[in-house]
């Protein structure tokens, strides 16, 4: 979602026109629109009066900021240690089967985007997935689809339908 | 100040680089990523030597970004320094399919020959991110260009891979490269550099091509000195500056 010029101003007017706030002004943009939009990236050099490569290069070191965007609801795989002995690739095959994406991916309504961490820090309960701030453990293909619908019926419920 | 490098009393400035005061005084130290007009990054660990302190402890340290002070003496070629330098240079030709450049010379000058049974280089690359390039435009003012990315896909790149606005085609970056690996081609009167495309200008005097465009306009707008001909690639400047007294 791009932000409207008056919304992103405000975004900006928040922090001094300094370079050391490249970092968290970014992150409200990518909180506000989850994803970090093209367009936003270049004002926020020029809000900063900082080179573009630099908050480019800032952008794409970070992993928790997407250039892409993100569906509505981030579906974060575990793929540390435990989670990949505990086969986090079938996992991943699986969401891949019901949303039609892989890592890096959205799906076609908007709602789902897969990415893959380095431990949720949550290994006994391998494998793990979170999906916002949402902790799933010992997923089986089975629970993976009941919580995948669960999230459907939600967003159902909220758009009244 | 003195300091002894290799058995030779140097004479230091206070503040410089072991290794800026070893080449001042003729001592050779190889380096891939210092640059005499930039600020030391030390990726490259090429510039190894060893100091003994008073106490006679021995250590190993990067002498383009060490402080010289009295009481170090300095071997910049000790059988254990050569042989760290072997290890960092078959780990950076290693990761470059066509050693080319200044490291291509050092793998020879050390006897290093690339050995695929080991490392597998990275296709096509040629860039073993020493950030001289990143330097070089940041220091000349466009920032063009920056380290992108994480990890195993760290790039060299300007921002979204896309030409730059910033980007005046000077190819300093391509020139101080020691790998050759900014692909940078003049053909038919235009340079092509990072993805756009620059009108080359000819010297008046010698006819050689010597800057872009957008580098001449760039240094008009930096320029006070309006006397500055840039009609003239350096050397006719210099030339013509004396016959006319200018
Ligand atoms: S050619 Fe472009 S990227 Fe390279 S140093 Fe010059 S301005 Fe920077
Ligand atoms: S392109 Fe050349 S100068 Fe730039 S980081 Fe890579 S090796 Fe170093
Ligand atoms: S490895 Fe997956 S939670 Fe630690
Ligand atoms: S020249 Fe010193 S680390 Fe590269």
């Known amino acids: 979602m791009i932000l409207p010029r008056e919304r992103l101003l405000e975004l900006f007017q928040a922090y001094p026109r300094d370079r050391r706030y490249a970092l968290p002004l970014l992150q409200d943009i990518q909180k506000q629109c989850g994803y970090l939009p093209k367009e936003h990236i270049i004002e926020a050099a020029g809000y900063l009066g900082v080179p573009l490569s630099r908050i480019y290069a800032m952008a794409t070191y970070y992993r928790s900021f997407s250039l892409e965007p993100r569906g509505k609801y981030v579906i974060k795989v575990c793929d540390g240690t435990a989670c990949h002995i505990k086969d986090s690739k079938n996992v991943l095959e699986t969401l891949k089967g019901l949303l039609c994406v892989g890592v890096g991916g959205m799906d076609k309504d908007g709602l789902f985007s897969v990415e893959t961490v380095n431990c949720l820090g949550a290994c006994a309960l391998a494998p793990v997935m979170m999906i916002g701030e949402e902790y799933f453990g010992k997923l089986t293909e089975e629970s993976i689809t009941e919580i995948l619908e669960g999230f459907r019926k939600r967003e159902a419920v909220v758009a009244g339908i | ?246």
């Open chain 2, 1 to 246: 100040m003195n300091i002894q490098i290799d058995g030779k009393t140097c004479i230091a400035e206070p503040g410089e680089s072991i290794l800026e005061t070893a080449r001042r005084n003729n001592i050779d130290i190889p380096s891939l990523c210092h640059h005499e007009a930039l600020p030391g990054l030390a990726c490259c660990r090429l510039c190894v030597v060893e100091i003994e302190d008073a106490t006679g402890n021995r250590l190993v340290v990067a002498s383009c970004v060490y402080p010289v002070a009295e009481s170090v003496t300095v071997y910049t070629n000790t059988e254990k320094i050569k042989k760290h330098r072997r290890t960092n240079l078959t780990l950076l030709a290693g990761h470059v399919p066509e050693v080319k450049g200044v490291l291509l010379a050092y793998c020879r000058e050390y006897g290093v020959i690339r050995d695929d049974s080991h490392m597998k280089a990275v296709v096509k690359e040629k860039c073993i991110l020493c950030g001289l390039c990143v330097t070089a435009c940041e220091a000349l003012g466009n920032s063009a260009i920056q380290m992108a990315m994480r990890g195993i896909d760290r790039v060299v790149a300007p921002p979204f891979n896309e030409p730059s606005l910033n980007c005046i085609g000077c190819a300093s970056c391509a020139r101080v490269c020691p790998t050759d690996a900014i692909d940078c081609e003049s053909v038919s009167g235009n340079r092509k550099i990072w993805g756009k495309t620059f009108s080359l200008v000819k010297c008046a005097a010698c006819g050689e091509p010597y800057a872009t465009v957008d580098e001449l306009d760039w240094l008009k707008g930096k320029l006070l000195d309006t006397e500055l001909n840039l009609a003239y690639c350096p050397n006719c400047r210099r030339r013509v500056s004396v016959n006319t007294g200018k």
